[in-house]
């Protein structure tokens, strides 16, 4: 009795693991636009981008979060200066 209701537990364990990590499943949200179809970001976005890309590059390069601003804001300083060059 015990091993069948362990049995029964460890295939409802398995299968629902099986759903849950599925690439479609129906559980699963898309947040971010795919490859194959881009979106144009709005500002705020764009910064927010730009704010967590920096901060990880200073988190990268091990500058103490009390000395991260000057950092931060000179990189998303740079890559905004970058992005209305391309235009």
Same mark, same amino acid.
């Given at each position: 009795?015990?091993?069948?209701?362990?049995?029964?537990?460890?295939?409802?364990?398995?299968?629902?693991? &099986?759903?849950?990590?599925?690439? %479609? %499943?129906?559980?699963?949200?898309?947040?971010?636009?795919?490859?194959? &179809?881009?979106?144009?970001?709005?500002?705020?976005?764009?910064?927010?981008?730009?704010?967590?890309?920096?901060?990880?590059?200073?988190?990268?390069?091990?500058?103490?979060?009390?000395?991260?601003?000057?950092?931060?804001?000179?990189?998303?300083?740079?890559?905004?200066? &970058?992005?209305?060059?391309?235009?």
């Amino acid at each position: 009795m015990r091993r069948s209701v362990l049995l029964v537990a460890l295939v409802i364990a398995l299968s629902s693991l &099986a759903v849950l990590s599925a690439p %479609g %499943g129906v559980a699963m949200a898309q947040t971010t636009p795919t490859a194959s &179809a881009p979106t144009k970001l709005s500002k705020s976005a764009l910064r927010k981008q730009d704010r967590q890309e920096c901060t990880k590059q200073a988190r990268d390069q091990h500058i103490a979060r009390r000395n991260r601003a000057a950092l931060v804001r000179q990189c998303m300083a740079d890559r905004q200066a &970058a992005r209305r060059a391309a235009r």
